[in-house]
């Protein structure tokens, strides 16, 4: 009967996240505040999918969306994509799926602590982890499912269940090309526990579809070029260049790792968990590839704690928890009390100080309403379906089920339509470069150019219907 408790405890945390963040996330995304490249991008590569372009779009670098991330997961999601052809089921998917991931996290550190409420208490963790928080909340993102589907993996290896662990790990790993390393260092890791087998198929195969990947898939389709690599220019000039000089120039490696803002990062990684990973031992070196990608770039977006990049390591941070708690109690087992709310404490002050949905930070403006979003949404419902068009970033998401949608300067056609607000200069160097933009298209004689508020026009292709 107590089991069953703990399990409506277990299933009640999780209704209660994907309440709140599919609420949030849903608000977000009405008013306006999700953006082009990490949501209409996604919106118009599924609905170009369902229309027969098969994960093509106009708004990334590469025409095709696996050129710029090789992302075979995509394709586990679109036929929701034909049943629901709307942004919402995407930052829905999203936020249950990242909310599945506390039932297999709760099972492994049931098996490995064996203790209910320790493991109600890591799972509670999880949920209110405020990096797990903005992932969630920022827009969407296909690295995000690695977090459950990592964690899922996990357990069924940890387990022995070695055919639904091989399916996680080859879904974990059809997630993203930067998702390979981390199944690779689960076979890594399993090397350290001696499971020879496991762990030499795992690293091996993972290694294989890695080159792959990285030799031939990706570039096939993105022209030669990796677009994410200008983000380690500052390791060497090439691939190569930047791996030789990690394992040959540790002054290097120092200069970039140990900087104040990424110390700063390392911090708010490791204390809504009490810095319990660093006692886990071989469980730590699961955190490698998450912590390279983050430490060695000279990009702050991916070492601020506030967006997508941090999916990389959640698996791996609440793994070693697990196993850097199991260890201080086995050591000191008198002192398990302590540990526990030094660990519930430490999650407190975590999701008070940097959740994005605390009750010191959480969003309560998107319940309300205000005159830009009102206009924005009259404006989206004048746009034709099937017209082209060109619209700031917030107004894209909205406008991506056609097969051409730009952001303002980054179209590639003259487009039917074209969507301005004049307080909205995103993407452009200086307003100037901004006002002659929007000069040339209502001076342009091929649009009727309704101005509205002093503020907003929007252009429409004279006889377009």
């Known amino acids: 009967m107590r089991f069953w408790t703990e399990k409506r405890i277990l299933l009640g945390m999780v209704l209660l996240y994907v309440l709140v963040f599919g609420t949030v996330t849903a608000l977000r995304h009405y008013n306006f505040q999700t953006q082009t490249w990490d ?12 229309q027969g ?18 992302t075979p997961w995509l394709f586990v999601l679109i036929p929701g994509y034909f049943l629901f052809a709307t942004p919402y089921y995407l930052l829905f998917i999203q936020t249950l799926a990242l909310a599945a991931g506390a039932f297999p996290l709760y099972f492994l550190a049931l098996r490995v602590l064996q203790k209910k409420n320790l493991a109600l208490l890591i799972t509670a963790g999880y949920l209110l982890y405020p990096s ?13 499912f690695l977090v459950p589907l990592l964690l899922a993996a996990f357990y069924f290896l940890d387990a022995e269940r070695w055919w639904l662990g091989g399916l996680f790990l080859t879904l974990s790993a059809s997630v993203r090309e930067d998702a390979i390393p981390a199944v690779l260092f689960i076979g890594i ?58 394992l040959t120039d540790p002054a290097l490696v120092a200069k970039t790792v140990f900087t104040l803002p990424k110390i700063k990062y390392l911090l708010v990684l490791f204390a809504p968990v009490a810095f319990l990973p660093f006692f886990s031992g071989n469980a730590f070196l699961l955190l490698i590839p998450g912590l390279a990608e983050n430490l060695l770039t000279y990009f702050p977006l991916q070492f601020s704690g506030t967006y997508q990049y941090d999916s990389l390591l ?12 199991k260890k201080i109690i086995e050591k000191w087992p008198s002192k398990e009390k302590l540990v526990k709310w030094i660990l519930i404490t430490a999650m407190a002050i975590g999701f008070f100080a940097r959740s994005p949905v605390s009750p010191i930070t959480f969003p309560f403006q998107l319940f309300k309403s205000n005159p830009t979003w009102e206009t924005y949404r009259k404006l989206v419902q004048i746009v034709p379906d099937n017209a082209s068009v060109a619209a700031p970033t917030n107004l894209i998401p909205h406008l991506s089920n056609r097969e051409h949608s730009y952001m303002l300067g980054k179209e590639k056609i003259i487009p039917d339509v074209v969507i301005i607000d004049g307080a909205d200069s995103f993407g452009f160097d200086t307003f100037e470069n901004f006002q002659k933009y929007a000069d040339n298209y209502i001076n342009s004689g091929i649009y009727n150019v309704t101005i509205i508020d002093d503020r907003y026009a929007i252009m429409i292709k004279k006889g377009l219907k």
């Open 189 to 246: 890791f399993f090397l350290a526990r001696k499971k020879w087998k496991i762990g030499i198929i795992t690293s091996v195969l993972a290694l294989i579809y890695l080159i792959l990947v990285l030799k031939i898939f990706i570039p096939s389709l993105a022209g030669g070029e990796l677009f994410r690599f200008d983000r380690y220019y500052n390791l060497g000039a090439t691939p190569g260049e930047a791996i030789k000089n990690v």
């Open 132 to 144: 797990l928080h903005w992932v969630n909340t920022f827009d969407f993102h296909e690295i995000s």
């Open 39 to 50: 949501l209409a991008a996604f919106v118009q590569t599924f609905w170009n999918t369902t």
């Open 314 to 325: 959640i698996p791996g941070i609440f793994i070693a928890t697990i196993y850097g708690l």
């Open 53 to 70: 372009r098969i994960m093509f779009n106009n708004i990334e670098q590469a025409s095709n969306h696996l050129g710029v991330h090789w």
